[in-house]
């Protein structure tokens, strides 16, 4: 097996014909399978999320 199925299997996937796949550049793949940024918790969500859920008091 080639080094390059899995990534065109990934495009074929996509819906990326083959004659597609390989037009593009190193830089247009990464573009179209990297992660999404992770979202960014705001400090005004954490005080939300913090007031939602309590941390319950143990017993002594």
């Known amino acids: 097996m080639s080094a390059w199925s899995a990534p065109l299997r990934l495009a074929l996937s996509l819906g990326l014909p083959p004659e ?32 939602r859920y309590p941390d319950e008091e143990i017993p002594a």
Request: proline share 9%; aromatic share 12%.
């Open 20 to 51: 597609a796949f390989w037009r593009l550049s190193l830089k247009e793949w990464r573009a179209l399978t990297e992660a999404p940024p992770a979202p960014v918790l705001s400090r005004a969500d954490l005080f939300a999320l913090i007031a």
